[in-house]
């Protein structure tokens, strides 16, 4: 899938502008998705309508990494070639920030990312994954702040060749409020 001959482009449609460079988060929906999922990309050329010349609004976005394979991933979805059933109860929100994780009951860590977080879970972007059903603490510093947000976690999707899925274990209803705190600035960072 590319745009106009270039690596990892695609073209939108869409009249909300967007300049050279800015970043850009794509909402996407489509029958057979049982769900939206939402993509961060990089604006590269964005072009208004032109009615006479039957152009509508719309550019080009870039994107790379685990981004772009959630884009191959929606055109595998798309042609018919995945069939989805199951919907996450929480739309996960594309962010990039650095974390730290440990295997519950040690005290070694080791140096992530999280690309995409929900309250109910989150995808770590790790060199070490951990193996499914391993319980994991992320501990997420959201911008801003000195201290870190411990966050207890299950390992329940290991077929991501960037990381692994994890779902929440929220203690209780003061942890959620933490967390939705914690995702609200990393999403407006």
């Given at each position: 899938m590319s745009s106009a001959g270039e690596p990892n482009a695609l073209t939108v449609f869409t009249t909300d502008s967007f300049e050279p460079g800015e970043e850009v988060l794509l909402e996407t929906y489509f029958p057979g998705l049982p769900g939206k999922m939402m993509v961060r990309a990089i604006g590269k050329d964005w072009h208004a309508a032109r009615p006479r010349l039957r152009v509508r609004a719309g550019g080009i976005l870039r994107c790379t990494g685990s981004e772009w394979r959630k884009l191959e991933f929606l055109q595998r979805v798309g042609n018919g070639e995945l069939q989805l059933t199951a919907r996450r109860r929480h739309v996960r929100l594309p962010v990039m920030v650095e974390v730290r994780w440990r295997h519950q009951g040690d005290t070694e860590s080791f140096m992530a990312a999280l690309s995409e977080i929900s309250e109910g879970g989150a995808l770590l972007l790790t060199r070490n994954p951990p193996g499914a059903g391993s319980g994991v603490i992320v501990e997420i510093t959201p911008p801003g702040s000195e201290r870190a947000l411990e966050v207890m976690a299950t390992v329940r999707n290991t077929n991501n060749p960037d990381g692994v899925?994890?779902?929440?274990?929220?203690?209780?209803?003061g942890g959620v409020h933490r967390l939705r705190e914690v995702i609200r600035r990393l999403v407006e960072q």
């Open positions: 899925g994890l779902e929440f274990q929220a203690r209780d209803v």
